[in-house]
């Protein structure tokens, strides 16, 4: 089975924003990361999850990477929309407080 991942990247005046939708996992992820990095001149990036309908430890370790390479650099990336399982997950292994600011 094929697993699908789109993403899509609105630039805005004041953020960049990056909307996944279908599938975060092993054999999707790597559209992500390489997404991300085309962010890099990017002062403030928010990752919508919205429409995301899995989401698996590959996804969560590229998300959480690419925080805290922005952080590093003294750039801003956010995760919005974040619900259900994803929020359970995050909070289970302490990754709320890193992406979500929770």
Do not use: N, Y
């Amino acid at each position: 089975m094929t697993t699908v991942l789109t993403v899509d990247v609105l630039r805005e005046p004041a953020r960049t924003l990056v909307v996944l939708a279908g599938e975060l996992d092993l054999s999707t992820g790597r559209l992500l990361a390489d997404v991300l990095a085309g962010t890099a001149d990017d002062h403030r990036v928010d990752v919508d999850l919205s429409r995301l309908s899995q989401c698996d430890s590959c996804g969560l370790s590229i998300l959480l990477a690419a925080r805290h390479r922005a952080w590093r650099e003294g750039r801003e990336l956010r995760v919005v929309g974040v619900g259900g399982l994803f929020a359970r997950v995050t909070g289970a292994c302490d990754a709320s407080r890193v992406l979500l600011g929770a």
